[in-house]
């Protein structure tokens, strides 16, 4: 061991040693996590031959972008895979709300009711639904929205969202991520179970599911158990890292024609859209997508397991299978925040020397604090960690293109904590 390398970090050898300790005890995991990548990097190596992606596919195109092959290959693969009929996956998207706000005003009409039956959704769709009031929302439309908090164990409220199905119900929304709760993340089965429930009561209901950080954690995704549209951003784990924009909706053709005539124009759909030179990351991002999510599930075991020894909360704990990327680690104050999130920005291979401070975000109603020192601006596969000002001061920490550089991050976030005098090893 290099000590030296590491003090060239800002990492002394005492947190060198503890985090050699608790990788030590995850062996067995990691190894699983590998096989899981290998799986779904055969999935994803078939979809490119399957579709016959050749150099043509990784020319551009520009002004109206009518014919351009790349594209409209490159969603066939995110359709085969996913196992769906169709995809939507734009450059023109331009985040993963984007992407879910087309999926849901594409699909909605006035007088339709959109139901979550599980929790609260994203922060950032409380304005895209209208719960918190804002302009151009789905409520200014006339979409009416139902929700069905989660039990005290973290459950679905099966009894409640049973009543809550009415005959305005047109579209359930499941979110798979927990975001920026610290409810547990749903598993791929467990999503397909609240399916199947919704459609038994109500066979015309369209789900959709937000599939944001959860993509390639499971040998399955959420579309191959009934959900009508996934939906997800680029620059979370099927961009790879790579991708420098863009979101994608795959799912049921009707569904999706309707989200490429809202994202374009009634009449335009799927035809135009040019790709002004970003296939190509597109496309290899989404070929490493499969290592770079088991990469970051590694990071954030090893976080989990490392925070877990020094006696925080975090969700999920160390032992739990993993349905998404992110780690919550309860640090139970503002101060111990800070302290993570340098600990991450000090870690980054882009703007390492910048000290984050919490923030006003737009589409947050509390402050946020983020480390994100990345290639992609805003990017979460890479190395990053955030979280809003609030009880119970928790922190998401996500991402790590590699798992060397996910552990280096964290590890350097403990020394800040020790440093700032929060722990003692
Ligand atoms: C990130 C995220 C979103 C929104 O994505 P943006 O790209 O930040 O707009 C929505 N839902 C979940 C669960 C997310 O993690």
């Known amino acids: ?137 789905l409520k200014e439309y006339g979409v009416s929205y139902r929700q069905v908090d989660l039990l005290e164990d973290g459950g679905i409220d099966y009894e409640n969202v049973k009543k809550a199905i ?4 047109k579209l359930v929304a499941i979110q798979r991520s927990k975001g920026y709760q610290t409810r547990p993340t749903f598993s791929v089965k467990q999503i397909g179970e609240l399916i199947k429930f919704v459609k038994e009561i109500k066979p015309s209901v369209i789900v959709m599911v937000d599939n944001c950080y959860g993509e390639f954690t499971e040998a399955i995704e959420p579309s191959e158990v009934g959900a009508d549209m996934t939906v997800g951003s680029l620059i979370k784990n099927p961009g790879g890292g790579l991708a420098p924009i863009g979101g ?32 190509t ?21 090893f976080a989990a397991n490392l925070y877990e020894r020094l006696g925080y909360e975090v969700v999920p704990n160390g032992n739990e299978e993993r349905y998404d990327i992110i780690q919550a680690v309860k640090l139970r104050s503002e101060k111990a925040m800070c302290a ?8 980054a291979p882009v703007d390492s020397y910048v000290t984050p401070i919490p923030s006003d975000m737009p589409g947050y109603d509390s402050k946020v604090i983020m480390a994100a020192g990345v290639f992609v601006q805003g990017s979460s596969i890479e190395l990053s960690a955030d979280g809003p000002i609030r009880e119970p001061f928790a922190v998401y920490f996500q991402g790590g293109l590699t798992y ?22």
């Open 1 to 137: 061991m290099d000590y030296q390398l590491y003090e060239n970090l800002g990492i002394q050898k005492a947190v060198v040693d503890y985090g050699g300790e608790v990788e030590k005890s995850l062996k067995d995991r990691f190894e699983r996590i590998d096989s899981l990548a290998e799986y779904n990097q055969a999935k994803v190596l078939y979809a490119f031959q399957k579709n016959r992606v050749d150099a043509m596919c990784l020319q551009s195109s520009t002004g109206y972008g009518y014919d351009d092959v790349g594209r409209d290959k490159l969603e066939r693969v995110y359709a085969d895979v996913f196992n769906t009929e169709s995809a939507l996956v734009r450059p023109q998207i331009t985040c993963g709300t984007h992407a879910l706000t087309i999926a849901l005003s594409a699909n909605l009409l006035p007088g339709d009711e959109l139901l979550a039956p599980a929790g609260k959704p994203y922060d950032t769709l409380e304005e895209v639904i209208g719960i918190r009031d804002s302009k151009c929302s």
């Open 166 to 169: 009415n005959e305005k119900t």
């Open 248 to 279: 994608y909706i795959v799912g049921k053709r009707e569904y999706i024609d309707r989200c490429g005539y809202r994202l374009t124009a009634p009449g335009l759909g799927h035809e135009v859209g040019a790709t002004l030179g970003v296939l």
């Open 281 to 301: 990351r597109i496309y290899q991002g989404l070929f490493l997508a499969p290592t770079v999510t088991a990469s970051a599930l590694k990071g954030a075991i």
């Open 340 to 347: 993570f999130c340098r600990g991450i920005q000090y870690s």
């Open 404 to 425: 060397p550089h996910a552990k280096i991050g964290i590890l350097r976030s403990l020394q800040e904590l020790i440093n700032d005098g929060i722990v003692s090893l």
